[in-house]
């Protein structure tokens, strides 16, 4: 059976904005979270992790990463850009975004295996997937066994909101850079 696309339901997307507003005014980015959590749990989401900018939901084999403060939409900003621009040649190693708010402060993606990983075997994954990348001329800035997992029984980032660099490495330039 062919999975369906993530695209966000009505009702998580009335749950995130309904804290639009909590985000904005947001004084820490801690500010929102359990106003965050309680709308998406009513709205039939589950929680499944947070990091640095986003705090992440699951809903019918999808997650929704949801910005903590308007200041955190860069991650989603970066994400959904790297994945619609990323090169053929890498675009295969990248769990997809599939769908996106306007303003950037969600997106979604596939729901991979990753919690129920060991931190081992996700390393693994993430070295494997470093080699991939570097085979081919690029470098994941924030690339760890924590921003990988599974799709599809294939290892995939899964996290590359920090961003993606082609790796020029100059040996030696203009005072000594």
Known sequence: MERQPCKLPDTIKQAVGAVKGCLINAKNINSCNEVMDQAMKKAGAEFVGWGLDRR??????????????????????????????????????FAPVEDADE???????????VNELHSSDRE??????????????????????????????????????????????????????
């Open 124 to 177: 693994v994954m993430a070295r494997e997937l470093r080699q991939e990348l570097d085979k081919r001329g690029w470098g994941c800035v924030d690339l760890k066994w924590n921003n990988v997992g599974l799709l599809d029984e294939k290892p995939k980032i899964t996290n590359y909101g920090m961003g993606l660099n082609r790796c020029f490495i100059r040996q030696r330039g203009p005072k000594g850079y």
């Open 103 to 113: 303003e950037d402060f969600w997106i979604t993606m596939p729901r991979a295996v």
């Open 56 to 93: 992440v939901y699951g809903f019918n084999g999808c997650v929704v990463k949801v910005a903590r403060t308007t200041m955190n939409r860069p991650a989603n900003i970066v994400e959904k850009k790297i994945y619609d621009e990323a090169d053929p040649s890498i675009k295969e190693f």
